[in-house]
C-alpha cells in the first residue's frame, strides 16, 4: 500500500509539472483574446453610438517597461445619453469596462523583439506599448498610452476627433511568464503576441512570434 501511495504521489507531481507551462501558455491565449476583443468593441461602440471610445493600457511600469499588473479601460468620452422619466441616467452600452489580464501575463517586449522586424513595420520594438505614430510625422514611443475611437471607425490621439494629423497608429506586446534580470525583461520568445492598429482606418491586426530559421518572425492571426 505504501509503494501504491508512493507511486501516485510522484505521478500526481509529474501531472501537476507538465501542466504549469499549458496553464501559462492558456493565461496568455485569454490575455491576448481580451486584448483583442476589448480593442475591437471599442471600436465597434464608437462606429456605432457616434462617439468616440478610449481605449487605457493600465498597470505598475517598472524600470525595464514592463507593464505589470496590466489592466485595459474602454470607456465613453460621453458619459450618458440622458436621463430617464425617473431622472436616472442612460448610458446603455456607454459603460466603462476595465479588463483584469491574468497576474503571469504582462505588457512586455522582450529585448530580443529588437532584430525582429516589428507587425505591420511600427517603430522598432522597444516598447511595450508603442502608440503615437500619426500622419503628421509623429514617431510613436508612447508607453502606457491611451487612444480613441472615432465614429468614422479611426484610432486618434484625442477624443475631440479632429482627423487626419491625429491618426494614432502602434502596437502592443503581450508576454508571459515574464521574469525580471536586472530589472530588464526577459521571457521565453515564441511566447510572444502582439497586437497592431492602423490609425487612419481603425483596423486591428493580432500577431504571433514563430522561429524562423536562426530568428524569428511575426505571423499574423
Do not use: E
Amino acid at each position: 500500500m505504501i509503494i501504491v501511495v508512493a507511486i501516485t504521489i510522484v505521478v500526481s507531481v509529474i501531472s501537476v509539472v507538465s501542466l504549469v507551462p499549458l496553464l501559462q501558455s492558456q493565461h496568455l491565449t485569454n490575455a491576448y483574446n481580451t486584448t483583442l476583443s476589448a480593442m475591437r468593441q471599442a471600436r465597434d461602440n464608437a462606429v456605432s453610438q457616434r462617439t468616440s471610445y478610449s481605449v487605457t493600457f493600465g498597470g505598475t511600469v517598472n524600470s525595464g517597461g514592463i507593464i505589470t499588473s496590466s489592466t485595459i479601460t474602454v470607456a465613453p468620452t460621453v458619459t450618458s445619453f440622458g436621463t430617464d422619466s425617473s431622472g436616472a441616467s442612460l448610458g446603455g452600452d456607454q459603460n466603462t469596462v476595465v479588463y483584469q489580464l491574468p497576474s503571469d501575463v504582462a505588457f512586455s517586449a522582450l529585448s530580443g523583439l529588437a532584430s525582429v522586424p516589428p507587425p505591420d513595420g511600427y517603430g522598432s520594438s522597444a516598447n511595450s506599448v508603442d502608440f503615437g505614430y500619426t500622419s503628421n510625422g509623429n514617431a510613436g514611443g508612447t508607453t502606457k498610452t491611451v487612444l480613441y475611437f472615432c465614429p468614422d471607425g479611426s484610432a486618434q490621439t484625442a477624443s475631440g476627433c479632429l482627423g487626419a494629423g491625429n491618426w494614432d497608429g502602434g502596437v502592443v506586446y503581450l508576454n508571459g511568464p515574464v521574469v525580471y534580470s536586472g530589472g530588464m525583461p526577459s521571457g521565453y520568445m515564441p511566447n510572444s503576441r502582439a497586437i497592431s492598429l492602423w490609425g487612419a482606418t481603425g483596423r486591428i491586426h493580432g500577431w504571433r512570434l514563430y522561429p524562423s530559421g536562426a530568428t524569428y518572425q511575426w505571423v499574423r492571426q
